[in-house]
């Protein structure tokens, strides 16, 4: 581990950043995606992974950071870059006020609850209510950001403002782990009875996990409506929160984890996309296979600096 | 009143479709207190499964005989399946972090979908009128016998498992293992042959309902499953998940609920109601309308 963090992160860091000059077009598409879905399963880990709720509505957050984005550009004519703080503070606000009365739900309830969210979600805006959201066909022909004078024109620039947000969701997420938050939602997650006990508000907690990971995930809706200049509802069905829930815990509740999960869960099936329509059979299979083999994710989560001996090997959750 | 009982014959038609699948979440649910995501999907299944027996097997034959036939065969053949299924993606995570099944459930959904698509490809297929197209006309509502005949054997089958779970031995194993696994062991109650059990009774009743989903609806697709497996589970859900009485009470609330808004309301917001309702009374009933309020163990 020690020595993961000492050449690890230097490694992926340069390798990140050197990436779009190694790859053609299509692939640097690629790779701003893998940049954006870093930031939302990162922001997924933390309702899910950190706080143990059984979220699988992470792309309402997501798409409504996209949305506000999109439809205050359009339609209000504000710049890109002004839309940045409300694509975070709403979907936050929304993430409380939707977390608000279902946190204390039993798991598997939450989990059908959050579908719902995005599933509502999806219709609100294909219905075009309003008259905003543009219906099926979403909103394009957005303006590129412009980032106090530089001009995000190219793809190799949104590359990079992309990375910039990834660095920023690591660096909360580094925080976190050491805050009180953080080892207030390790706590919650591994034993919620005895984290209340101990005197930790679980519910506050728990709204405050929501609302920091749906207001990340907004910011990452923003990167994304400026990538593709352009916002349509079936990038944010709830099948795509699968693919966030999924990730996690395939990955495993860590940084590293969340970003393998990524990477084998979004790119690998870019690389294969030849196999067309046994692409997802074999993919279904290896998802199988990942989780017999590895239950608790390809990268399993640590928690401080326990030593080995005194941790007794359980069954939680994540 | 007539946009009333005609809503009210289409609601229970659908709503015992509903509930038969339902039932196949909520069993799993009870004994496994796992989300069996893939069941959606094998129901998809079943309805092509269906079709190729009748094709294939029976020479596109109506007969009675020929009916029951196809519906016993794939009945059968799903039955196979879910046990297969539980083998594979589940045995081996009984002890694992209860998310970890539940992706292993979401990667078993893909398996099957994908599946279908490539046996029977990505188009729309018509499944056959296995029953005489008949319809009854009082005074301006419009039954179908297929509706009257959903309606009839889906009741059968849910008063059958309902005897089935409350009246017999193996019925009392069921109920005693998903209170207790444990203490179901230590009374000698042979856990993982309930669980086998468990898996055959839900997907041939998912199998039913799949060729009813066929007969009523006609077009099926390879990706249907996912759409009536939510629906489904929300029934389940609404009833109280793990319970079977309340997987038939919420599959027949929620049918008829979404007949009223397609009749009253409108069809384009009709999943957005759906969840609105599910939400209010998750938020009222914490636990479904006949789930018991039991405190979580420690």
Known sequence: MKSLERFGYPVFFVVIAILP????????????????????????????????????????????????????????????????????????????????????????????????????????????????????????????????????????????FAFAVLLLTLGIMANLEKSKAGRALHYLREDPLAAESIGINTRVYKIFAFGLGAGIAGLAGTVYATQYAAV??????????????????????????????????????????????????????????????????????????????????????? | MDIFLQQLANGLTIGSMFALVALGYTMVYGVMKLINFAHGDMVAASAFVGLTIYTQVMGQATSLVAVIAIFLLSAAVMACVGVILERVAYKPLREAPRLSAVVSALGASLVIQNGIMLIWGPRMKIFPELVPQVYWNFGGVVISLIQVLILAISLVLMVSLYLFIEKTRMGAAIRASSIDQDAAKLMGINVNSVITLIFVIGSSLGAVGGLFIGLYYRGITF????????????????????????????????????????????STWADAYTFILLIVILIVRPTGLLGERVAEKV
């Open chain 1, 232 to 318: 349509s509802p079936e990038a944010f069905e709830f099948i795509q929160s699968v693919l966030f829930f999924s990730i996690v815990l395939v990955g495993g509740s860590s940084i590293p984890g969340v970003l393998l999960g990524v990477f084998v869960m979004f790119v690998l099936p870019e690389i294969f996309r030849e196999f067309a329509t046994w692409r997802f059979f074999i993919f279904g299979f290896a998802m199988i296979l990942a989780m017999v083999l590895r239950p608790r994710g390809i990268w399993p989560a640590t928690f401080g600096k326990i030593p080995k001996f005194l941790i007794k090997e359980s069954n939680h959750g994540a």
């Open chain 2, 223 to 266: 990706n249907m499953g996912w759409q009536y497996g939510l629906y489904a589970f929300i029934a389940a859900i609404l009833g109280g998940i793990g319970n079977i009485p309340g997987a038939m009470l919420g599959g027949m609330l929620l049918g008829l609920f979404n007949a009223f808004i397609a009749g009253y309301v409108s």
């Open chain 1, 21 to 160: 000059f190694l790859l053609d077009p299509r692939w640097q598409a690629v790779a701003i995606t893998f940049l954006i879905f870093a930031v939302v399963a990162l922001s997924q880990d933390i309702i899910l992974g950190k706080a143990g709720m059984f979220n699988m509505g992470q792309a309402l957050f997501f798409g409504m950071g996209a949305y506000l984005t999109a439809i205050l550009n359009a339609k209000f004519g504000w710049p890109m870059l002004a839309t940045i703080p409300v694509a975070i503070l709403i979907p936050a606000l929304m993430g409380i006020l939707l977390a608000g009365p279902i946190v204390h739900l039993r798991g598997d309830y939450l989990l059908v609850v959050t579908i719902g969210f995005n599933i509502v979600f999806v219709q609100v805006v294909q219905n075009n209510l309003g008259g905003v959201t543009g219906g099926p066909n979403g909103i394009f022909g957005l303006d590129a950001m412009n980032l106090f004078g530089i001009k995000l024109a190219s793809q190799v620039s949104v590359y990079y």
